[in-house]
């Protein structure tokens, strides 16, 4: 809290929405009733009628159909769809029935809407604030087209920032929200709660967190194997590109740019396509166990559980992303270490330090001083991939027919699986909200270690 507090007193502003119910003149005290009201009194017409329509057009919404989403946010729908005999066409038609999907959405976004038009009127409310001091004091109050023109040079920013903000409001927050109250409804192909649902409050994250029940026992399961995963996954990949660029820095290789080129070559290739050819590769009957029972070292009937066993899965899993993930962090770590001050590499070689001592003492820290950000974010980036375990693997082999997680499947990847193929969308709800803690707490690691490094100008 600290770090926002003196944000905001570094550009302190006398045109707050206290002060102006406090100091403000009754004009601009009728501003929060009338929005826009002190604005038009002190010369701001086209500004002040903007703000008026605004308010006005959420008026007639909410008594239109606001009121009426909000009221079905509390039984998320009543009426069950009906079918009936028509004699005339000889036919069972089905009656229109409430649809509690439609019923939340429409109610998430009118309390998103609400809260967005609160912060509206308080823009409006210290706009006819500032106003009213600007006058007292004899300084020029804008006009409208003064305030357009001033987005293109003192509220640049403002300009360039509403287009995204407005983006991730309408695609990030939203889908969020409503996600996040859907963990806390029955909605779900299990009980045919599909067309209408009920809320059950913290019901699905007893289940899930119930190690007793199928999907508890999935749930600890795959956590457990999504963290194992991404430990892996991060730092084979970060070891091997580390020697991989210790290897072909060294002063005593040659044709550096060739060996470079050989192991960046598999970037050229798009991922999905690497993975579905390694997935052929290493099915029971693919170009793998053909070649070596033809070589003799299986038996001919034979053929190696790349995904059929526990074990093997996941170790393939683990080293076929080494193989796609090397090359990236090769050419990231190149960068960092022929950024070494070569100076530190002399004064050790005087000192009289070996190999090991200058690895461990100069090589190793500075790369991991530089990179620490980027192994945190790579960890975090693991959590979620989907793309090598679903497409490489599919989440197989499947050893509980019971259970709807394979061995190899992360939670992001059983959460698709939950809502696309099973349709338990609470459920998938609620991991999705398990997989953006685990997320956010990386991204909140990341942030202070970033911030650390910059205080220490390590940036």
């Not at 057009?57 to 009426?79: D, E, K, P, Q």
């Not at 001091?133 to 640049?156: I, W």
């Not at 899930?208 to 430990?231: E, H, M, Q, R, Y």
Request: glycine share 8%.
């Amino acid at each position: 809290m600290s770090i926002f507090k003196k944000k905001i007193n570094e550009f302190p502003t006398p045109y707050t929405c206290k002060n102006a119910v406090k100091k403000g003149g009754l004009e601009t005290k009728l501003s929060m009733a009338l929005m826009g009201f002190g604005n038009i009194v002190h010369g701001q017409i086209i500004k002040g009628l903007l703000y008026l329509a605004i308010e006005i057009a959420y008026i007639v919404f909410m008594a239109v159909n606001g009121i009426g989403f909000i009221g079905g946010l509390r039984t998320l729908g009543t009426v069950k769809q009906q079918e009936v005999w028509d004699e005339a066409k000889q036919i069972y038609l089905y009656t229109k029935g409430d649809q509690s999907v439609l019923i939340l959405l429409y109610g998430v976004t009118t309390i998103l809407l609400t809260i967005l038009m609160i912060l509206v009127w308080r823009g409006a409310l210290k706009s006819a604030y500032k106003a009213e001091c600007l006058q007292e004091k004899g300084m020029h109050v804008n006009t409208f087209a003064e305030d357009l023109k001033s987005l293109l040079h003192e509220n640049l920013y403002r300009l360039f920032m509403t287009p995204p903000t407005a983006f991730i409001f309408v695609f990030t927050v939203l889908p969020l929200v409503f996600m996040i109250c859907m963990a806390f409804t029955n909605y779900s192909r299990i009980g045919n709660h599909l067309m209408l649902f009920d809320w059950v409050g913290l019901d699905n994250f007893k289940t899930l967190f119930d190690s007793g029940s199928i999907l508890g026992s999935t749930f600890w399961s795959v956590l457990g194997w999504t963290i194992v995963w991404a430990f892996f996954a991060t730092f084979s990949n970060y070891i091997f590109g580390m020697i991989l660029s210790l290897l072909i820095n060294r002063k005593g290789t040659r044709a550096k740019g060739f060996w470079r080129f050989c192991f960046v070559l598999s970037c050229a290739v798009p991922m999905f396509v690497s993975l579905l050819i390694m997935r052929t590769m290493l099915q029971p009957e693919g170009a793998i166990n053909v070649l070596l029972r033809n070589i003799g070292l299986i038996a001919s009937d034979a053929s190696l559980p790349f995904f059929t066993d526990t074990t093997w899965a996941r170790v393939t899993v683990i080293i076929i992303n080494i193989w796609v993930g090397v090359p990236y962090t090769l050419l990231q770590l190149t960068g960092v270490l022929q950024n070494i001050p070569e100076e530190l590499y002399e004064a050790a070689k005087v000192d009289g330090a070996n190999a090991f001592q200058t690895f461990t003492k100069i090589t190793l820290p500075y790369m991991l001083y530089v990179t620490t950000p980027y192994l945190i974010v790579t960890f975090t980036g693991n959590v979620n991939n989907f793309n090598v375990i679903y497409l490489l693997s599919g989440g197989d082999p499947v050893t509980n027919l019971s259970s709807t997680a394979g061995k190899t499947d992360l939670l992001v990847t059983w959460l698709y699986k939950l809502t696309i193929d099973k349709q338990y969308y609470n459920i998938g709800a609620v991991i999705g909200i398990m997989t953006f803690i685990i997320l956010a707490i990386g991204a909140l690691f990341t942030y202070r270690n970033s911030k650390s490094y910059k205080e220490e100008g390590g940036f």
